[in-house]
């Protein structure tokens, strides 16, 4: 066989002999397609399924894990929340209106293929600094991929009628030539009405509803699974286009069918196409399928059996049906102007047989194609880096000007207000979205009024995480903290945290440093989860998110995404992130009396330049207590916002940045340690809360019952001035200018 | 009172504004497919929000063209009550129902937002329950609001008080940073000569429930009660 055949599948010679041996001959042209697509790093996990063992899947709540479309926790004794989070990194850089929109698109018809209403959407995106931009050589300037990547979201977004309610959007160069999007989608459902991909007899109809099938995004899942080179622009027809017009119409009549009980299962048409869906409804049916590929409503003229099997044209999905049914279906497809085509059955070989105007063009067992990937023990050494960057010392870094260093911090693309992003997202349509972006965690409501009717008093909090520089500097404990992040977003709203959804990515897995990364985060992330109970319930991995340059190779920092789901037993309860009153007492708690540490922060990247420092071990009982405290006290708790991205500081300076009032603060913070270190620390485990004055014993009372640090530190004022003291040092400065830098930073760059 | 939704496809503030009529104001309420006529035993008409038909073309202006919308005309005549929200009043100045015309915001992005609003004409069935110069808080969330009218219609339709929100700020007044779309005037409403027929870019019922930030919404919705009644 020839090795460029095989290299334009994304196959090695060693995996063509295990076809070969697999199906005792030489696989035909089209039968290599489909090895090639489902056999790809993309739909097979061949790299990561290894590592992927480690996370707990399971808890009392969990009523479906990974393995489907998504995820499924239950809410309450009557609905369920179906949700994931899926990567379209590599299209996003080639074109990034479309990948980005398509990314939108795949991963609602997920959350939509379970049974679920889609109610919300995430966005976690990362992209190269834009004040670089035009400094870079054979990368393309980020501002550009920015505007598409946000354009395209809301494109997708707005029009499905799907509202994007939160999200992240870090800057930093590595990401400059291998941008991540990562969008999620969160679904609400009957509890006994979960669909999932697969048939339920042998003889059930499979029929295509949604888009006709183009020649766009043949190769799409190989594509995803190499790095990324001068010449990905050729790869641009990859990329698929999306139509939200389709999808939604998709969506209704897909929620349609499931009301009236016409179809047993669900799948939809992702990476790999036709030859994806077909193949994985089998392998879970523990079925056989024949396709009739001349059935197939083509968008355009003479394609080939081969192209057919993996395009990966958008808004398309596969119902299982009985035959009775079949004409019913096949009537409301068409009733909201869909493509609909009955393209084959499931049988009792547990082959793949796929038939075109009568030729046999394939014919596979199923096994060997989804089960028989291969999977790699890729070799895994700890990079050399580290040894350079554990060095770091924080005492030699000089000192600065801390009202200069606040400003800049609280300016920098990274922690400057996503308001420019969220503005062109409609965040509210549904009108369950409660807590608005903006926040630590997005609150929504579960109701809907048609298709299905869902009325549940209860509401779910949704966060995302992903601090990729926290893992460069140490896999394990960067793991676990993105985890820790997440979850405590969603845990300082009131609510109880259920589950979490992650999606890996990381740059190219034959770099035994790369894969070493990926391992120890892994492991990091699973070990986080299992204490705070929020077991993975689906997820995907992206992996060769490297940028190959003629001079060198550019890795991303290693990047999970996390999106952790609570739930809340009244929206109304939710605990706002912005402060609510002047007179208010602002109060930290949790590790108050712990050193400061700036590793790894965001501090030490704007202001002294460099990504460095050991990343010290989360701890995560005190989590838990300040979780436990919360939760009880959520009534006299009248707001929260954790520390992260840019410290202390920024945490206290936020909540009073609201869209409508700007309050001042006087504070005052006593410690021993170098003033920046203690406002700029990222490390410890600290919340800002703020509460009545008539309160504040109460609560101060019950934290040291629990043994939980907690310390006021100053009051929220009524003039929008700051003051703070911290040790011997005194600032000074205006709230309003200081929100002005907050609020407009990242619209004037971009 | 019998409120009718009007569904054409891709419209996706359909079911939001169908649960808001039966659940917070628990009224008689059915969604209306787009190739349907018969609608005489409706007493109002909501044309929703949304993208029907994907707005891949000007927007609404499929949606002007179905059977649906030839019917709300014939309904309009008679007087009834039609009401468009976003994409809605996108349709009603397609169909003519409505002078003007709807123009991509002014700095090409969609905006999706809470704004505040002047009532400027309170005399009207949509806003009866209002008082003239009340500043209301309504969502927003559309890529296509610039309204535009030439300057003669304009003028009659502020001499005949079919001006009935604007863009304003905290305060009530009309700016242009409170603008959000480049809107000639700052109009955010306008109603026909007779009063029955009004469109409105702001969302009425995204702001029908305390718990989504604001109510105002209810003025407008209870006014057609009023009206009704």
Request: net charge negative.
């Amino acid at each position: 066989m020839d090795e460029k055949i095989l290299s334009a599948h994304g196959l090695t010679l060693e995996e063509y002999k295990r076809i070969v041996q697999l199906i005792g001959r030489e696989p035909n042209e089209v039968e290599l397609g489909i090895f090639g697509a489902l056999w790809s790093e993309h739909c097979s996990y061949k790299s990561s399924k290894p590592f992927l063992k480690v996370f707990p899947t399971e808890a009392p709540w969990v009523l479906q894990g990974p393995g489907e479309n998504a995820g499924v926790v239950e809410i309450d004794d009557k609905y369920a929340v179906a949700f994931k989070i899926e990567s379209h990194n590599h299209p996003s850089y080639i074109e990034p209106f479309h990948g980005a929109a398509t990314g939108v698109g795949g991963i609602i018809r997920d959350i939509l293929s379970m049974g679920a209403r889609p109610v919300c959407a995430f966005d976690s995106l990362r992209f190269g600094d834009p004040r670089n931009d035009g400094k870079r050589n054979s990368i393309k300037d980020a501002k550009p991929i920015v505007h598409g990547v946000v354009e395209g979201i809301g494109f997708y977004g707005n029009c499905i009628g799907v509202p994007t309610v939160g999200g992240e959007v870090v800057f930093d160069e590595v990401y400059a030539g291998n941008p991540l999007v990562n969008a999620f989608c969160l679904g609400i459902l009957k509890k006994d009405r979960i669909f999932r991909a697969r048939a339920t007899k042998v003889g059930q109809k499979m029929v295509m509803v949604g888009s006709a099938t183009g020649r766009d995004g043949i190769h799409g899942a190989t594509m995803a699974s190499a790095e990324f080179s001068e010449e990905s622009e050729s790869k641009r027809p990859n990329v698929q286009i999306g139509d939200p017009f389709f999808g939604k119409r998709l969506v209704e009549c897909t929620l349609e069918v499931m009301e009236k009980g016409l179809i047993v299962g669900c799948q939809d048409f992702g990476a790999a196409g036709f030859a994806g869906s077909t193949s994985e409804f089998g392998a879970k049916s523990k079925m056989g399928v024949r396709v009739y590929l001349e059935n197939v409503p083509l968008r355009e003229e003479g394609m080939t059996p081969y192209e057919i099997l993996l395009s990966e044209s958008q808004e398309r999905m596969l119902y299982a049906v009985d035959e009775e049914n079949v004409e019913e279906v096949l009537k409301i497809a068409k009733s909201y102007g869909l493509e609909a085509a009955v393209i084959g059955e499931t049988t009792d070989t547990n082959r793949m047989e796929v038939f075109y105007k009568g030729e046999k063009v394939a014919d596979l067992p199923i096994s060997a194609i989804v089960d028989d990937a291969p999977v790699y023990n890729r070799p895994r050494k700890e990079p050399e880096y580290l040894q350079k960057t554990r060095s770091f010392e924080q005492s030699t870094l000089p000192e600065v000007n801390i009202k200069e260093a606040i400003r800049k911090v609280i300016s920098s693309p990274t922690i400057a207000s996503k308001e420019w992003v969220y503005r062109q997202y409609d965040h509210e349509v549904g009108i369950n979205t409660v807590v608005k972006p903006g926040s630590d965690a997005a609150v929504i409501r579960i109701k809907w009024a048609v298709k299905p009717e869902i009325n549940s008093e209860k509401a779910v909090a949704v966060s995302s995480d992903g601090n990729g520089r926290w893992v460069y500097l140490d896999p394990y404990e960067g793991g676990k903290r993105v985890v820790v992040e997440a979850v405590r977003n969603v845990y300082i709203t009131g609510a109880k945290p259920l589950a979490i959804t992650d999606c890996l990515n990381w740059g190219n897995p034959e770099n035994p440093e790369i894969m070493w990364q990926f391992e120890q985060a892994t492991k990091g992330m699973a070990d986080a989860c299992r204490q705070l109970n929020t077991p993975v319930i689906s997820g995907n991995v992206s992996l060769y998110n490297e940028t190959v340059l003629p001079d060198k190779r550019i890795n991303i920092y290693p990047t999970p995404t996390v999106v952790a789901v609570g739930v809340l037993d009244r929206p109304e309860d939710a605990i706002p992130s912005f402060y609510q009153e002047e007179g208010d007492f602002v109060v930290i708690i949790g590790e108050t009396d712990k050193q400061p540490i700036v590793n790894g922060s965001e501090y030490l990247k704007e202001v002294h330049g460099t990504v460095s420092g050991s990343i010290p071990p989360v701890n995560i009982e005190m989590e838990k207590k300040m979780m436990a405290f919360i939760h009880e006290n959520r009534k006299m708790i009248k707001s929260a916002h954790d520390v992260s991205d840019g410290g202390l500081i920024t945490a206290i300076l936020e909540p009073a940045f609201a869209e409508e009032k700007t309050f001042g603060l006087d504070l005052q913070i006593e410690t021993y340690h170098r003033p920046d270190f203690e406002l700029f620390d990222e490390m410890r485990s600290i919340v800002v809360i703020s509460v009545s004055k008539s309160d504040l014993p109460f609560l101060e009372a019950k934290a040291k019952e629990k043994a939980l640090g907690f310390k006021a530190i100053g009051q929220v004022t009524k003039e929008p001035e700051l003051h703070l003291k911290i040790g011997n040092y005194e600032i000074a400065d205006s709230m309003e200018e200081l929100k002005s830098l907050w609020k407009n930073s990242l619209k004037n760059i971009l | 009172m019998k409120f009718g939704v009007a569904v054409y496809p891709g419209s996706n503030c359909d079911y939001d504004t169908y649960r808001v009529i039966r659940d917070v104001l628990k009224e008689d309420v059915q969604l209306i497919d787009y190739r349907r006529t018969d609608i005489d035993h409706y007493d109002c008409i909501i044309l929703p929000g949304g993208f029907s038909f994907g707005d891949y073309l000007r927007p609404g202006t499929l949606a002007s063209h179905t059977p649906l919308t030839g019917a709300i005309k014939d309904f309009a005549k008679k007087g009834k009550l039609v009401i468009g929200i976003c994409n809605g009043f996108q349709i009603l100045t397609e169909a003519h129902l409505l002078p003007g015309a709807l123009m991509p915001n002014i700095h090409g992005k969609f905006v999706c937002r809470h704004q505040y609003l002047r009532v400027e004409n309170a005399d009207t069935p949509f806003t009866n329950q209002c008082e003239e110069g009340q500043i209301l808080k309504i969502p927003i969330a559309h890529h296509d609001g610039n309204y535009f009218v030439d300057e003669d219609t304009l003028r009659k339709m502020e001499d005949n008080g079919q001006i009935i929100l604007r863009y304003c700020d905290e305060f009530g007044n009309i700016t242009e940073e409170a603008n959000p779309n480049g809107s000639i005037r700052n109009i955010a409403g306008v109603s026909n000569e007779k009063k029955n027929v009004f469109g409105l870019m702001p969302h009425p019922e995204r702001a029908s429930e305390s718990i989504l930030g604001t109510e105002d919404g209810l003025y407008i919705l209870r006014s057609i009660l009023e009206y009704h009644s």
